[in-house]
């Protein structure tokens, strides 16, 4: 094959002018490149292959490539390069897997020379070699790479890569090396003449790479740089110069890496574009990789392709977009994000200690602030010196550290109270007062409060212990008398002249009085016959308030014939039952006027004395229910959760919703449910709580949750008799036909927990093999090796 020294064009980087300008395209473009003297540009994609001429004002269209009534698959080009030694050559990748070249000097409209269709997926990417003119490289979808000899019309070799999908950036290095990038993250160098097998492979990032190129400068430090981009956000550069490729500047960016290009004449500035999200060109300073040097802004839509204009020239660059338009972006006017940059910073320490750092113009005015001389805990922290030859502007800042006392970040309550809470396998009443009364244990009050009150609010009346009741029962043990009022409390506001009406708005033939000297309203001593007496109280008056224009005695003995029966009006609130006005007195009222004890305005009128206090009226169980719906406070429950999680107690906020289960579950979507129980077993994992997050994933109802404990659970072990290794169907071994869970203390065999030791292999049951090794630190099973039980 014919050889030929690299051209160097005429055209110095110092005679091109220009600025800032773009032109609208037809189509989104999929790539573009330059011809040799930088006074023309291609750009080619699905829909568009054309031409354009770079002046001094703007972009010219010179030519139209797709030509033809209903073009071919041919002309939907996936990349395109512009030989550097033949300004009329073109080679072009098509989607159908066809490659293609164009010669610009045919005197035809079509300017199509020579088509290569051995790929048979979608070629990627397209390059010549820098020497050899009639030597062009592809790669393809199909896991193949081709090297095709302009002279033939087939490939003289091929590269099988191993992957199906190759990418290759291609940059001869010692003339006979290129490089390719797959998807699964690896970078493979071949040799040109070796087809059969790669010379190196190694792992460059975490997922599909995406671009690659090589450093263009050949005659200083940075021969045989290789940068690399890809899914994994990062610009990585390495040097392939050594034994093994060893990574030397990596570049942190915020999106997937699409495009990689070194910028001419500037050893250590790079240029990238994103695949999605991020539509701005970045030029970096490896030597700074986490804020970029120089940004270009201009683009609307993601950038799918950009090229230096020429060689020997770093102020100018050329890019596509997904926007159908074609930019010349002039370097001086890029913005730089450095002039933008906040120059705090903050950050927190391994024992909580925050740190501050800010200018110093800014904090030196705070008299109170002390100067910090280092601490203790970070031995190995110093401050940095300014070096005069920084290519950097340098920025001094003040530095403000604010220590946490040690005890404060203590961790022990949340162990405490994860091993000791109980989410489940009881009634709600009892999980709530024993999970408050571990939290109250560990002084924390207000969690104790929330239990409290969740029991109070989701439990059934009588089901909450006494001690979460915030009102007394009294000495009997049934439910607190409703709606009663004590005659002593009435006693001061009325007099001999007081009455007790029937009703708002109904008037009553005679009323009855209440003399003070009556022994209803008389000393204890008087009507200890009352309050000892089990006489049942009449409900007069249902779910009434007890005000004293709405209570009324009734004579029994002398009942009003005219009147008709009383029903009671409607209330805000529905009736239990209908309420008779002058239920018959009991036989034991009629015989207790003939008592000696009793005085005769005592029989005529009924006691409403109750059990257990001096009462007006005494119910002994409510005649409606009181409390409200637990769905009621479900927007409360659902604030205080995310309350919690906000202040980072996810503990607490899993834990109130494994108790309350569906009464709670319904309100909280289901990937903030995620993100809480995920973070619990992390902290969980994190102190090796494993218990505890192994029931706390098996409680969740969450499904991506569920599964955590079913990946990973895979055990091989070998067979305690054979030392071979154990199939999957059982604890029999195929081999010796022995079963491998014999306590090695017992000798029977182990259906529950199992544990062995790693070194001999042989276990038994754990407290057996607990109580052997606390008199022997032999094997019970006599192979003479020393067990350990940690």
């Not at 040799?191 to 190129?213: L, S």
Request: charged share 25%.
């Amino acid at each position: 094959m014919e050889k030929m020294a690299r051209v160097t064009t005429a055209l110095g980087g110092s005679n091109i002018t220009g600025r800032t300008m773009f032109c609208h395209l037809d189509a989104p473009a999929n790539a573009i490149s330059v011809c040799r003297d930088a006074a023309q540009v291609v750009v080619a994609g699905r829909n568009i292959f054309k031409i354009y001429s770079v002046e001094e004002e703007r972009f010219v269209e010179k030519m139209n490539l797709r030509v033809g009534r209903k073009p071919s698959l041919n002309f939907s080009c996936a990349d395109v390069v512009w030989h550097q030694m033949d300004e009329n050559l073109l080679a072009t990748a098509a989607t159908n897997g066809a490659v293609v070249t164009w010669n610009l000097s045919k005197p035809s409209r079509n300017k199509q020379e020579q088509l290569f269709t051995e790929h048979k997926r979608t070629v990627n990417k397209v390059s010549f070699h820098p020497t050899e003119v009639y030597m062009l490289l592809s790669g393809s979808q199909d896991g193949y790479m081709k090297c095709f000899d302009l002279r033939k019309k087939e490939s003289v070799s091929t590269f099988s890569g191993e992957s199906p999908r190759s990418k290759i950036g291609v940059w001869v290095f010692m003339y006979k090396k290129y490089a390719s990038c797959f998807e699964n993250g690896n970078v493979q160098l071949w040799d040109i003449r070796r087809p059969d097998r790669y010379e190196r492979m190694f792992t460059a990032h975490n997922g599909p790479v995406f671009c690659c190129d090589w450093h263009p400068d050949d005659s200083s430090i940075a021969r045989g740089w290789l940068a690399t981009g890809g899914r994994d956000k990062m610009v990585k550069v390495w040097d392939m110069t050594t034994n093994r490729a060893k990574e030397i500047y990596c570049v942190q960016t915020i999106a997937s890496v699409a495009r990689v290009k070194w910028r001419p004449e500037r050893k250590y500035h790079i240029a990238s574009c994103s695949m999605m999200v991020d539509h701005n060109i970045y030029v970096w300073d490896i030597r700074r990789p986490f804020i970029p040097f120089a940004m270009f802004e201009e683009h609307k839509d993601v950038t799918t392709g950009i090229v230096w204009r020429h060689l020997h020239e770093p102020h100018y660059l050329l890019s596509g977009s997904k926007d159908s338009t074609l930019y010349q972006h002039k370097f001086k006017d890029a913005s730089r994000p450095i002039d933008r940059a906040n120059p705090e910073g903050l950050c927190y320490g391994l024992f909580g200690d925050l740190a501050f750092a800010a200018k110093e113009s800014l904090i030196s005015s705070d008299s109170n602030r002390k100067q910090y001389s280092g601490d203790r805990r970070y031995p190995i922290f110093f401050f940095k010196k300014p070096d005069p030859t920084e290519q950097f502007a340098n920025v001094a800042s003040a530095l403000s550290v604010f220590e946490t006392e040690l005890e404060s970040s203590c961790m022990d309550w949340f162990v405490k109270t994860a091993r000791q809470y109980i989410l489940a396998g009881r009634p709600l009443a009892e999980l709530c007062d024993h999970n408050a009364k571990v939290a109250k244990k560990l002084n924390r009050s207000q969690v104790a409060q929330t239990w409290t009150m969740l029991g109070i609010i989701y439990s059934g009346p009588g089901v909450l212990p006494s001690a979460n009741l915030n009102h007394s029962i009294g000495k009997s043990t049934t439910l607190p008398h409703m709606n009663s009022f004590s005659l002593k409390e009435l006693s001061s506001t009325m007099g001999s002249e007081s009455r007790l009406e029937r009703g708002k708005g109904e008037s009553r033939p005679e009323n009855l009085h209440l003399d003070p000297a009556n022994s209803l309203i008389n000393n204890n001593d008087e009507n200890d016959e009352t309050e000892g007496s089990d006489i049942p109280a009449d409900y007069l008056f249902g779910d009434v308030e007890g005000d004293e224009d709405d209570l009324f005695m009734v004579d029994h003995e002398n009942p009003p014939a005219e009147e008709q029966e009383y029903i009671l009006p409607q209330e805000g609130f529905p009736l239990r039952h209908e309420i008779v006005d002058n239920p018959s007195a009991p036989d034991h009222l009629q015989d207790k006027a003939d008592s000696p004890h009793v005085s005769g305005n005592e029989a005529e009128t009924v006691c409403l004395t109750p059990v257990e206090s001096f009462s007006l009226i005494s119910i002994s169980q409510p005649l409606f229910d009181t409390r409200l719906h637990p769905d009621f406070f479900s927007p409360v429950v659902k604030d205080m959760l995310h309350f919690y999680a906000e202040q980072g107690d996810v503990q607490m906020a899993v834990s109130v919703l494994i108790v309350l289960g569906d009464r709670i579950r319904k309100e909280i979507d289901e990937q903030t449910q995620e993100h809480w129980y995920t973070s619990y077993i992390d902290l969980l994992q994190r102190f090796k709580l494993w218990n505890v997050s192994n029931e706390v994933i098996k409680l969740s109802t969450c499904s991506a949750i569920n599964c955590l404990n079913q990946a990973s659970t895979t055990l091989h072990i070998n067979c305690s008799n054979c030392k071979r290794p154990m199939s999957n169907k059982g604890w029999i071994c195929d081999r010796c036909h022995q079963c491998a869970s014999m306590c090695a203390v017992c000798h029977h065999v182990v259906k529950g927990l199992f544990v062995w030791c790693q070194g001999c292999s042989h276990g038994g049951h754990l407290q057996h093999l607990m109580k052997w090794l606390q008199t022997s630190s032999h094997c019970p099973a006599g192979c003479g090796h020393l067990c350990e039980y940690t």
